[in-house]
């Protein structure tokens, strides 16, 4: 982006580490999630569906590898939305407990 002169907004990051997740490229997802931390992101931005849905796939993506630090750090952000439940802890929770018991039970 940067070489054809487009500078990166928040949500293309955000949307860009998705895809680095959903492709098991965990590094490049998490460099990528470093530098949305860089940009300034107004709250509307962060209170919009596109950018909601796509912290939830990562939290989810995160919980499934048992990656709960990363999960924990991006339902935090969800909560200060105000778009957090319950269902959604649970959801995590789940998730890194079914893989406990796979990995225990092999």
Same mark, same amino acid.
């Given at each position: 982006? &940067?070489? #054809? ?6 949500? @293309?990051?955000?949307?860009? =580490?998705? $895809?680095?997740?959903? =492709?098991? %490229? /965990? $590094?490049? $997802?998490?460099? @990528?999630?470093? %530098?949305? &931390? ?10 919009? @569906?596109?950018? /909601? ?15 709960? &630090? #990363? =999960? ?8 200060? =939305? ?7 802890? #649970? ?13 225990? @039970?092999?």
């Amino acid at each position: 982006m &940067k070489t #054809n002169g487009c500078k990166p907004i928040s949500i @293309t990051c955000r949307h860009l =580490a998705l $895809g680095c997740l959903k =492709a098991g %490229l /965990l $590094g490049e $997802g998490l460099k @990528t999630l470093d %530098l949305d &931390k860089n940009l300034m992101t107004s709250k509307r931005v962060r209170n919009s @569906t596109p950018w /909601l849905e796509t912290s939830l796939s990562m939290i989810e993506i995160f919980a499934e590898k048992g990656d709960v &630090k #990363n =999960a924990e750090k991006l339902l935090e952000e969800l909560k200060e =939305a105000k778009y957090i439940s319950l269902r959604m802890y #649970n959801s995590v929770v789940d998730k890194c407990f079914n893989d406990w018991v796979d990995n225990f @039970t092999r």
